[in-house]
């Protein structure tokens, strides 16, 4: 098996965006997050299994990336938009600005 691989965890952005809170809300607040106690329980999950995959990937002596660690600034909840601009539209896929972030991040 070639040992030579790298593992990129999962991410949770938050649910799919629901655009009428934005439109609600003016422009300079939403670099502040949309999420709800349900959003928090699913990242608090997808970080309990990242860390998992870190740990089966060193003990394969496989390189990990967290990706959800990379993307989100706050250890609790990872926010929609970041300078302005959505980083992900359905929680998962992320948008060129959110790609930028993560590359940048690499």
Known sequence: MNKNLTVFGIKFLG???????????PASSWNEPYINKQDKDT????SMMNNFLMEVSASLGIKFVD???LICDKKDFCPNYVDGNI????G???TKHGVKILGTSL
Do not use: V
Not at 15 to 25: A, F, G, P, T
Not at 87 to 90: E, G, K, P, T
């Open 92 to 94: 998962s896929h992320l």
């Open 15 to 25: 649910n799919e965006l629901n655009s009428k809170c934005y439109i609600d809300n």
């Open 43 to 46: 990242f608090k999950e997808t």
């Open 87 to 90: 980083i992900s539209y359905d």
């Open 67 to 69: 990706t959800q660690s």
